[in-house]
């Protein structure tokens, strides 16, 4: 049953994982227009970066699931329009705008959409297992 409740484990952490990831992208998303944030450019785009969580058991090293280990700025160009009536627009009238583009976003957000969904079936598959093991010992 240890190796059940470590697949339980492995599978909630990549939930939570994809749960934070889902959460970027909607930040992302929702700061698509933001030219102007406080550190005084436009909004950077920003992707979790995940590594994997390993622990010593027992003296061997065994893979406990994933961790969001740092949130990375993505250093890609701002898109720039000519828009001179804007505010944040420059002396020649074009305005930086973040380097989000949403079909990329809606593309990561329907992939981690889906991984989330893998992980959430293989806690119910495991779930069941260890019912159906359960009834057997009866």
Request: no cysteine; aromatic share 6%; charged share 25%.
């Amino acid at each position: 049953m240890q190796s059940e409740f470590n697949i339980m484990n492995i599978s909630s952490t990549g939930l939570s994982a994809q749960r934070f990831r889902i959460e970027l992208i909607s930040t992302n998303i929702a700061n698509s227009e933001t030219t102007r944030t406080e550190n005084g450019g436009p909004y950077r785009r920003k992707v979790p970066v995940f590594q994997e969580l390993v622990r010593n058991i027992q003296g061997k090293r065994e893979n406990s699931g994933v961790i969001v280990k740092s949130i990375y700025e993505d250093p890609s160009e701002f898109r720039v329009v000519y828009d001179p009536t804007h505010p944040d627009a420059d002396e020649n009238g074009y305005v930086r705008l973040p380097n989000v583009n949403i079909v990329r976003e809606m593309v990561d957000m329907i992939n981690a959409q889906r991984a989330y969904e893998a992980n959430a079936t293989a806690i119910n598959t495991t779930k069941a297992m260890i019912t159906s093991a359960l009834q057997i010992g009866r």
